[in-house]
């Protein structure tokens, strides 16, 4: 029935209309948004609406023929390109959206937010905002300009938002102009993404006011919530200038340092929460002073909840980092979740306090000698030992190797492209004189020409790739195309499943080479036989190779997905379009992505998959690897042993001439050089191509990393490609 339903309205939507606009503008608003079933038999509907190049495409007068037999909760709103919010915006939504109790709106690329626009002017309850993939960037009246005169007019675009929320893709800029905050009344603001690293530097901090400008902001924020990653906290974000009554803090992330003076002022504010990824950052480097700072400011108590995610269990030998929270007098601290019972715990928090952190206190405290802390000597340097769990390193160093990738890849391409074309156009120069050589060596230059041809088309194709890289949302490079349509296919097409064909196949020539120039140097053997092979019987092998490969590839395709929705929730550990997850079903759509990445987690993986892509790793970079090797060695061998016979019988020719002896053996050394040389890069190119890829297989099997994060598992494969371009030159 209710696709019946959704047919029927989508009728409606394309007769004649009764509305101020043409036919036409509803025909091609139509073609741009879409229903996503949420509950069919309530008749609950989200809505997305794509490829808005300019906001005046927006007519959601033409949902109103729906307007009484469904409910929207969530519309969606996915730009082309970044636009500035400005009047061209008119969300003309029949009233009958806005007495819902909550509407919730969610914008992508936006350039600026022009805050003299009204566009929830019909809203009879608050709603709430989220910006993806957007830049904090304030305008009035199309002005950038921050000054008094400004401040006195009417800011009417976030009067009716109770929930505002920047996700972690939002771009943010210093001195941002602090208007957003006048007259604001929110029940929860949240800033996510802010970074201080090498990869990401993305900072917020506002202009500074003057006494003037502050007695007219005048905002209230009930809860404000920031996601940090290795960042100095401050009050830039908790000023009392800026937010006049705030009541509750959340901090989440990896914090380096939280300043002595952050939430000082803060005259309001009931509960502070501090949750840690890693807290060894926050601790060593100046043990809680802004908890006493925030101690001595205070006049009412307030309780401040520090939760630890990771393996910390406070043991006693850490007395000196907490010795002054005894001392407290306003605050209430406790640590969460429940802990591993101890010594130090119970001295702390006293008995009863510390039942709430461990509810074994009793056993602890006839057992504990608490004498031994006031004889611990704190001059000492106090050093605290990491905890990160595998899963947040294993992503980190994904990020990294993104980087380098990112960074190899244009060179290697670029050095394999040219390589190759003068491979091509030197053999197909020596053409001219096929005549006279030997069909061994017209045998050993149409392999390495075809090997030239196909390395040429993969490199080639690899450099498109760059189009799809994105470390994150803000980092040193994330390009613009990432989640393109055309990229992700070209992606999982091209560059995932044709290109490990043409890698394998590359792979494999390498070692037809090896032994083509293995057998010029003997007579008869094993490899003469091979190489004696028909030309039909050639081409039926490479047949058979090239299917098998294609049947061997085939989770390049099946383990792949494109979506055209920006899932900024999943963007820290799924990159577009899905892939390396090896998981057996797919996501319909976003909510069913994060249903399915995240809270579904006893979801199995699919087997077929793992054991392709192990089959993969053997095959390309075991297999062939060792076939290689070996056939270089066996050539080497076979080189050096002709050397030498070469070198003697020369040496009968020129006993007596010294200088030509001398220059024979300075010839022998470089050859030797030379081969050894090139077997030692070779093994250490290879290195370093299959020491990610076994990394992945380790962490997919220990912590499932790939399953849950398949961006970092591709980050690691990306660079093992970049790695083997070594053997494409």
Same mark, same amino acid.
Request: charged letters at 20%.
């Given at each position: 029935m209710s696709?019946?339903f959704?047919i ?7 007769i ?12 091609k608003f139509?073609k ?10 309530? *008749?609950?509907?989200n809505v997305?609406?794509?490829n808005i190049?300019?906001l @005046?495409?927006?007519?959601f007068?033409?949902? @109103? ?5 469904v409910?929207?909760?969530?519309i ?5 390109q970044k636009?500035v919010?400005n009047n061209?915006?008119?969300l003309?939504l029949h009233s009958n959206f806005?007495?819902r ?10 350039k600026?937010i022009d805050l ?12 709430q ?10 305008l009035?009246n199309?002005s950038?300009?921050c ?6 007019e009417?800011i009417p675009?976030?009067?009716?938002v109770?929930?505002l ?7 943010y800029?210093l001195?941002?102009?602090p208007?957003?905050f ?6 929860n603001?949240i800033?996510?993404g802010?970074s201080?690293?090498?990869l990401?530097?993305?900072l917020?901090s ?9 007695s007219v902001?005048n905002?209230?924020v009930?809860?404000?919530?920031i @996601?940090v990653?290795k960042?100095?906290?401050n009050n ?7 937010i006049?009554? %705030? ?7 990896v914090v380096r ?6 939430f000082?002022?803060?005259?309001f504010v009931k *509960?502070?929460?501090i949750?840690?990824?890693? $807290? ?7 043990e ?5 700072s ?9 309780t401040i909840?520090?939760v630890?995610?990771?393996s ?6 850490d007395?000196c980092?907490?010795?002054?929270f ?5 605050i ?6 429940t802990l ?6 119970v001295y702390?928090?006293?008995i009863n306090k510390?039942k709430?952190?461990c509810?074994d206190?009793?056993k602890y405290?006839e057992?504990?000698n608490f004498?031994k802390f ?7 340097t106090?050093i605290f030992?990491?905890?990160v ?5 294993f992503?980190?160093?994904?990020q990294?190797m993104?980087?380098l990738?990112?960074i %190899?890849?244009p060179?290697a391409?670029? %050095?394999s492209?040219?390589?190759n074309?003068?491979?091509?156009f ?5 053409k001219?004189?096929?005549n006279?050589i ?8 149409e392999?390495?020409l075809?090997n ?5 088309i993969?490199s080639?194709n690899y450099?498109f ?6 470390i994150m949302?803000g980092a040193?490079?994330c ?5 393109n349509l055309?990229?992700q296919y070209y992606?999982?097409?091209?560059i995932?499943y ?9 792979n494999f ?5 090896s032994?083509t120039r293995y057998s010029m140097l ?7 036989k091979?190489?004696? %092979?028909s030309?039909? *019987?050639?081409?039926?092998i490479?047949?058979i190779?090239i299917?098998?490969l294609c ?13 055209l ?5 999943l963007?820290?550990d ?9 998981k057996?079903?797919?996501?319909n759509?976003?909510l069913d992505?994060?249903w399915?990445?995240y809270?579904n987690?006893?979801?199995s ?10 089959l ?5 970079d ?13 050539l080497m ?5 002709n050397? $030498?016979l070469?070198?003697l019988?020369?040496?009968k020719l020129?006993q ?7 220059d ?6 470089r050859?030797v050089f030379?081969i050894?040389s090139?077997?030692?890069?070779l093994?250490l190119?290879?290195?370093f191509e299959m020491?990610p ?7 997919e099997?220990?912590?499932?990393v790939c ?9 690691f494969?990306?660079?093992a ?8 030159e």
């Open positions: 696709k019946i959704l029927i309205c989508l009728i409606l939507l394309n004649q209309q009764r509305l101020t606009f043409s036919d036409t503008n509803c025909k139509g741009k948004f879409k229903f996503i079933e949420v509950d069919s038999k309530q *008749k609950i509907f997305q609406v794509y190049r300019s @005046d495409e927006i007519h007068e033409c949902l @109103d023929y729906c307007k009484s037999n409910t929207i909760p969530l969606t709103f996915y730009l082309s636009l919010f061209l915006l008119n003309r806005y007495s109790k909550n509407i919730f709106f969610r914008f992508s690329n936006v600026a003299s626009l009204d566009i929830f002017a019909l809203a009879n309850n608050y709603t905002i989220e910006l993806l993939y957007s830049n904090l960037k304030i009035v199309n950038e300009k000054n008094y005169t400004q401040f006195n009417p675009f976030f009067s009716k109770n929930f929320i920047f996700g972690e893709s939002c771009i800029s001195n941002t102009c208007l957003m006048k007259n604001l009344n929110l029940q603001l800033f996510n802010l201080f690293t090498f990401k530097t993305n917020l506002f202009k500074t006011l003057n006494d003037n400008q502050k902001i905002s209230s009930i809860e404000i919530q @996601d990653f960042v100095d906290i830039n974000l908790f000023n009392e200038n800026l006049t009554k %705030l009541e509750f803090i959340f901090i989440y992330g340092s939280i300043d002595k003076f952050t000082y002022n803060l005259k *509960k502070i929460i949750s840690l990824y890693d $807290e060894s950052l926050l601790y060593s480097n100046n809680f002073d802004w908890l006493f925030l101690d001595q400011n205070l006049q009412k108590n307030i909840d520090i630890t995610l990771n910390y269990t406070f043991p006693d030998s007395f980092l907490y010795k002054n005894i001392n407290l007098n306003q209430d601290v406790f640590f969460k979740p591993n019972c101890s010594c130090l715990i702390l928090f006293g510390s709430i952190s509810p206190t009793i405290f057992n504990c004498t006031s004889k611990i000597n704190c001059d000492k106090l030992q990491d905890h769990v595998f899963y947040d390193k992503k980190l160093i994904s990294y993104d980087f990738s990112v %190899l890849l060179f391409c670029v %050095l492209i040219l390589t074309l003068l491979n091509i030197i053999l197909i120069g020596s001219k004189y096929e006279k030997r069909d061994k060596l017209c045998l050993l230059y392999f390495i075809f030239s041809l196909i390395n040429l993969y080639f450099l790739h760059l189009f799809n890289n994105c949302p040193l490079y390009s613009n195309y990432a989640n055309f990229i992606e999982i097409f091209i995932d044709f290109g490990n064909i043409l890698k394998s196949l590359s020539l390498d070692i037809v080479i032994m003997e007579k008869n053997g094993f490899f003469q091979i190489i004696k %092979l030309n039909l *019987k050639r081409r039926v490479l047949g190779l299917i098998f049947v061997l590839n085939i989770d390049k395709i099946g383990n792949s997905q494109v979506f929705e920006y899932l900024d929730i963007f820290g799924v990159a577009l379009p899905i892939r390396n997850t090896f057996l079903n797919k996501a759509n976003v992505a994060h399915y990445y809270i987690q006893d979801e993986y699919s087997s077929f998959y793992v054991i392709l892509y192990i993969n790793i053997i095959i390309n075991v297999f062939l690897y060792v076939g290689i090797l070996m056939s270089d060695l066996f061998f076979k080189f050096k042993s050397l $030498e070469a070198i019988m020369k040496k020129f007596s001439d010294i200088k030509k002896l001398s024979i053996h300075e010839s022998k050394v050859t030379a050894w090139n077997l030692f890069v093994l190119m290879r290195s020491i890829l076994v990394f992945t297989i380790y962490g099997f220990s912590n499932r399953m849950y994060g398949g961006k970092s598992c591709t980050a494969i990306q660079f490609n970049a790695s083997s371009f070594y053997f494409l």
